[in-house]
């Protein structure tokens, strides 16, 4: 009876305890971060880390706009695209357990670190404050196995393209290294090996030496600009215990980047070249100008860039520019010193790719020569040439319409005639044609 009581008693005053603290938190904020976990664990010099931290309220009250940085020092440091700083957002009351959140960073370690352990910092504050609180962690670190995935040859791949991919093997140990079979995938299947497997086996390594392995690899064509992940496996028998050792690593592969237009003339009128812009790549690309560069052959009237803006992969737009030639080209001078200017424009296109680089496509677009033809005629009227050819208007335009012209004359004196005898027949009934005749011949021999 007594113990019972006991047991009561106790389990009130636990009872108690906890609504105090409850009570005592209630009007608080309290952050809370933790290191979930790292993959590896330990990490790897010379490989990627993923770091995993979690964020609890252990208070009563909530937190708006609560940010994350990370602080990278040696032997860490952020990987490509990762951001030091990052949002954390709205953590409500007592926000802890299954509810906390989740930040993840992923870290290249550096290759050269030696084993043990290194501290990591960061730090959280509400966004515009200057109050900010740091926090430090312990990440354990190991050296390389004896075997080593040292080097990758390609770290963009562009969609839809095949790229050969190649990965080197190093053995870094004091023993040769024998029966090792290499492995990589991309767990999301964006890129995936074309004409063989993902798996391809050596037969031995020597130490201090390194094999080459080549696949041909291809990025899905649906893929978003980003860097994605390549988990690496290497298997190979110990050198000393004979038993079979496995590496597991990671590599960053960006797909995306670059694109490639085609350029190609459309239409010219009045001295207004037209020319199609498309994008013939499989990546879309922003901010796009198109430029005519100074050049021999040619004038620009006007602006010379034309701003288009976005091009996805697959779309086309055009660009006018108002030009003419300085060098007359006719198609008895074609072969004239100038004269291949006149047959080429030279055309930038410039533009911004996924991963925010400026990149400038450099094409040479061939016109028709007849065009030039209408484009020098316009060019000799500027450039003072204008005598000559009304000159050759005018003999022209008599040689083609005399008849025209004689048989109008001809029709107006009949006219003026007729017009004359009614006069005089009103005055004189007795007119006739023959006295207008004779008033007309008159009239000459004066």
Not at 42 to 50: F, Y
Not at 252 to 258: L, S, T
Not at 309 to 314: A, D, I, M, P, V
Request: hydrophobic share 35%; aromatic share 8%.
């Amino acid at each position: 009876m007594m113990k019972i009581k006991n047991l009561t008693i106790l389990s009130l005053m636990v009872l108690l305890s906890f609504s105090m603290v409850s009570a005592l938190f209630e009007d608080v904020t309290l952050i809370s971060v933790g290191l979930v976990n790292q993959d590896p664990d330990p990490a790897i010099a010379g490989n990627v880390v993923e770091i995993r931290f979690s964020v609890e309220n252990l208070g009563g009250n909530d937190i708006n706009n609560l940010m994350f940085e990370l602080t990278s020092e040696y032997p860490f440091e952020l990987a490509s695209g990762e951001d030091a700083v990052k949002e954390v957002g709205i953590i409500k009351g007592f926000q802890t357990g299954e509810d906390m959140k989740i930040m993840k960073y992923t870290l290249m370690v550096n290759r050269d670190a030696i084993a043990g352990n290194y501290e990591l910092k960061i730090k959280y504050y509400e966004e515009g404050s200057t109050i900010k609180t740091a926090r430090t962690f312990s990440i354990e670190l190991d050296n390389k196995e004896s075997a080593e995935v040292i080097y990758i040859n390609q770290v963009e791949l562009i969609p839809g393209k095949i790229i050969p991919l190649k990965f080197t093997i190093n053995n870094v140990g004091s023993a040769p290294l024998r029966e090792l079979t290499f492995q990589w995938e991309n767990e999301d299947d964006i890129i995936l090996p074309v004409g063989s497997d993902n798996t391809k086996y050596i037969k031995y390594i020597d130490v201090g030496e390194s094999k080459e392995l080549e696949f041909d690899v291809i990025a899905s064509t649906n893929a978003d600009p980003d860097l994605y992940k390549l988990d690496l496996f290497l298997t190979y028998s110990d050198p000393v215990t004979g038993e079979d050792k496995e590496i597991n690593t990671k590599a960053g592969v960006y797909v995306g980047g670059a694109t490639d237009f085609d350029v190609s003339l459309s239409d010219t009128s009045n001295g207004e070249l037209t020319f199609s812009i498309a994008n013939i790549g499989s990546v879309a690309a922003s901010s796009v100008t198109v430029k005519i560069p100074n050049q021999q052959g040619w004038k620009i009237m006007g602006s010379n860039s034309v701003i288009i803006g976005n091009l996805n992969e697959g779309d086309y737009t055009i660009a006018s520019f108002t030009m003419i030639p300085t060098t007359i080209r006719t198609p008895d001078t074609s072969t004239q010193k100038g004269g291949q200017d006149m047959s080429t424009v030279k055309v930038d296109v410039v533009y911004t790719d996924s991963r925010g680089n400026r990149n400038t496509i450099k094409k040479e677009v061939s016109v028709d020569s007849s065009m030039f033809q209408t484009i020098e005629g316009e060019e000799k009227i500027i450039s003072g040439g204008m005598q000559g050819r009304m000159g050759v208007q005018q003999e022209s335009f008599w040689q083609k319409y005399d008849l025209m012209i004689i048989g109008a004359v001809v029709l107006t004196l009949l006219i003026c005639a007729r017009n004359k005898y009614k006069k005089e027949k009103i005055e004189d009934s007795n007119y006739t044609y023959k006295q207008l005749a004779k008033e007309a011949f008159h009239i000459k021999k004066k």
